[in-house]
């Protein structure tokens, strides 16, 4: 059951411009939204993250916005440089009655910054 | 900088042999898990432990796969038989320890043991 859909699953864009990449989730006990970047042959790591509180969250060239009625999420990133070409996983965290809180990931996207 | 260490870093296997993959996770942190990621996806969870207890496996097919954490330390993560179909990279991360209603995930991952099942 994919409860955290992304997309796209690749994106390709030249230096200097914004990449946007967009998720959306079903659980409504969803409260706590990451971003992972993942590089080849590393794990994840954490980028950004946002709780449904607020509908944007900046740190530095990195932005998530987020629209609670949609179930919606995206990350921006702005004055894309080729250095940010990597894997970025968008994930949501909960917690149900009678079960831990984890994050589920979306199935992620490649973007590729063109020098 | 603190880390996840994981070891192997790559393990290629016949199917209906048996892996073990190994993680310290970083120093005081109470939950561990392990997750798959088959390349191209994002990664599954297979288990969380909090300390050394099991606290969610149902995503685990624990008819070939088993893990545990027997001093809420390190962990190991086990595979018997391996089939072809495992053929992924096991990832372990390692978070304080989770609020059970609120709060943030904030976990931090090793660099994972990619598994090649032939």
Sequence with gaps: ?115 | EAEVAQSPRYKITEKSQAVAFWCDPISGHATLYWYRQILGQGPELLVQFQDESVVDDSQLPKDRFSAERLKGVDSTLKIQPAELGDSAMYLCASSLRVPAYSGANVLTFGAGSRLTVL
Aim: glycine share 8%.
């Design chain 1, 1 to 115: 059951q994919q409860q955290v859909k992304q997309s796209p699953q690749s994106l390709i864009v030249q230096k200097g411009g914004i990449s946007i990449i967009n998720c959306a989730y079903e659980n409504t006990a969803f409260d706590y939204f990451p971003w992972y970047q993942q590089f080849p042959g590393k794990g994840p790591a954490l980028l950004i993250a946002i709780r449904p509180d607020v509908s944007e969250k900046k740190e530095g060239r990195f932005t998530i916005s987020f629209n609670k009625s949609a179930k919606q999420f995206s990350l921006h990133i702005m004055d894309s440089q080729p250095g940010d070409s990597a894997t970025y996983f968008c994930a949501a965290s909960g917690s149900a009655a009678g079960s831990a809180r984890q994050l589920t990931f979306g199935s992620g996207t490649q973007l590729t910054v063109l020098p």
